[in-house]
T-cell receptor
């Protein structure tokens, strides 16, 4: 299966700062990548679908101006949490679509964000 | 109502036990169904897909009942390494690639 990496694996920042999270596909050209968020003891919630070369599609309730997604190449998608606040503290996970006929997705290891 | 509902557990069982998890989904148009496993502070990993005819992979058996919108996972001969959170996952049925996750059922296998 595909291998997906994320960087950083964890980050602690002050309230009001912006944080960029990178998601890389290491052995697969991913035209579609997904960004999820998971709060403690809750399910993964899809935030947005990132499409290479075009604008991301955001899920209802997710602020596109706060969570900026850039998917400029087939191997890299970035999520920038702008003006982060403590309520943005969460586990952010990206995935890439594998075999679409099986709705297969390969997940990155996740980034744990803590906003002080 | 949540789109995918699971009993959060935890299920605390001894090694060698058989344990079953259930999941219900609300969208009758859902097309694909999966069980994922998530270890603490890690990403989810696909355990198995779930087919209408039911499918088995070693100690794991998954069943789907479309009429009742119900999915199950049976683990036989539990191992300590099976301790994890098991996520029930469905697709919305709108031909998108989205995955909708349940909040998971936690399993603790004790010696």
């Amino acid at each position: 299966g595909a291998v997906v990496s994320q960087h950083p694996s964890w980050v602690i920042c002050k309230s009001g700062t912006s944080v960029k999270i990178e998601c890389r596909s290491l052995d697969f050209q991913a035209t579609t990548m997904f960004w999820y968020r998971q709060f403690p003891k809750q399910s993964l919630m899809l935030m947005a679908t990132s499409n290479e070369g075009s604008k991301a599609t955001y899920e209802q309730g997710v602020e596109k101006d706060k969570f900026l997604i850039n998917h400029a190449s087939l191997t890299l998608s970035t999520l920038t949490v702008t003006s982060a606040h403590p309520e943005d503290s969460s586990f952010y996970i990206c995935s890439e679509a594998g075999d679409v006929s099986y709705n297969e997705q390969f997940f990155g290891p996740g980034t744990r964000l803590t906003v002080l | 109502r949540k789109e995918v509902e699971q009993d959060p557990g935890p299920f605390n069982v001894p090694e060698g036990a058989t344990v079953a998890f259930n999941c219900t989904y609300s969208n009758s148009a859902s097309q694909s169904f999966f069980w994922y496993r998530q270890d603490c502070r890690k990403e989810p990993k696909l355990l198995m897909s779930v087919y209408s005819s039911g499918n088995e992979d070693g100690r794991f058996t998954a069943q789907l009942n479309r009429a009742s919108q119900y999915i199950s996972l049976l683990i036989r001969d539990s191992k300590l390494s099976d301790s994890a959170t098991y996520l029930c996952v469905v697709t919305p049925g709108d031909s998108s690639y989205k995955l909708i996750f349940g909040s998971g059922t936690r399993l603790l296998v004790r010696p």
